[in-house]
């Protein structure tokens, strides 16, 4: 029996609760083995999962951890730790003992939640290696029924549910690039702020279908899955992309949204051609990016091989997602990452882009690092550069840990990539600096070619100077590789670049 409960954002599972009130029958979630929970299965399997939790010792406030795919039972579990009221800490399934141990080190798990094994990893062996308490879910073969893989228990055991959506209910963790990662802590406010800017922004309504095929367990997933308690629409999980197979088996749902990187449209694109005239996607409207900037090319390969204007892009951080958004009513797709979501402010400090906003970060699992994070005036400090047009939309020009300093110059090494990209051998490109004992660092431009292309370093240069980009801009290394270094949700890991170039600084391919 569902309660009733006063109208207003009053938490997560307040979303789960109003939904399964409001549209008890219509589909939430759905995934790639045929199952599906309507928005009043999924409240009935989280409240079932929670009193599970209980069962397993855990408690309001403590801090449940959970490394999952992109599966149903995640997308249970996480509501299930809301409405028990639990910390939860999403981790992302690629990150690998060093990093794991250092997050439960720091925010020390009642329950570590993995699989045994995913994509030939042993996540159940690790996880016993790493934490005292430990649920290990058997994932390894695809679901044989509806059925949710989670412990259930008995309702009557649960308190009620938690009251205070400003209260830290999430941990999650940067990306980083060398140091280790920074835990990034969340209330349910700031997150249910982010998903509703979302909707205003992205127009996100009751029809609206969306597979996710990149980590949910990325802060984008709960803002996506409360976008959809609020808003409507339905949500088909992928736990894994083939980029030959996956955008057929996406099409048979239907989908209205796209995302959400360069390797994802690239293989949609692909797909339609492989298809022939007749639209692979029927029901689309939109394509959206997030995470990392989609070049020129593709965004113009989405509008005329897919019909949608282009990606429309949206910008956030762990600390501050979703901060701008374009709409789809927005001329000129993927020239700027829109306008700010409701609630938001955006300055420019010394080309710097800094924010205030209802979905800002409550702080650092680390306090110690608070004090750089915001400037004297509370404005959280981006580490993105960029400006704010006369508009109001907000254009990214690169990263201050970005910038390539040689001879005493800045270069922005996204300026260069947009250059090199332009390139009609070039398909993928990094462009990073590395260390020269003349002129400090170099610009090195590495690049993934089309099949059957060669590129020399002086083709690239005369290429570059014809674009109009300055001399001491042009790239002075060329590195052909066959693949580019990307996480989940397709930025390229420019740190793991400059890593092997520099060890290789003689190298001409990595």
Known sequence: MIQEEPPGPDGLWGLVRRAARLRPDAVVLADDHGRSLSALAFHDEAERAAAGLWELGVRPGEVVSWQLPTVLEAAVLLAA?????????????ILREREVGFIAGQVGPRLLVVPERWQGFEHGAM???????????????????????????DLGVLPGPPADPAACRWIYYSSGTTADPKGVRHCDAGLIAAALGAIEHQQRNPADVSPVAWPFAHIGGVSL???????????????????QAGPGRMAAHRPTILGSATPFFQAFIAAQRRHGDRPLFPALRVCLSGGAAVPETVNREVADVLGVPGVFAAWGLTEFPIATSETPADPGAGTTVGRPTPGVSVRVVDGELRLKGPQCFLGYVDPALDADAFDE??????????????DGRVRISGRLKDVI???????????????VLRHPAVTDAAVVGVPDPRTGERVCAVVVLRSGHELTLADLSAHCLAEGLARYKTPERLVVTTLLPHNPMGKILKHELRARLTAESDAQNI
């Open 405 to 419: 300093i040689r001879n005493a110059e800045n270069v922005s090494a996204l300026d260069v990539e947009n250059v």
């Open 377 to 390: 005036d509370g404005w959280f400090r981006t580490g993105d550069l960029g400006h704010v047009g006369g």
């Open 127 to 153: 996880a016993r290696r790493l934490v005292p308490r430990t649920l290990v879910l058997d994932l390894g073969k695809p679901p044989s029924g509806p059925g949710i893989r989670l412990p259930a228990g």
């Open 81 to 93: 730790c809301a409405r028990l009221g639990a910390v939860q800490n999403p981790v992302v399934p």
């Open 225 to 243: 899955l409360a976008s959809v308690l609020t808003a409507g629409g339905r949500l088909v999980f992928f736990d894994a992309f083939d980029p």
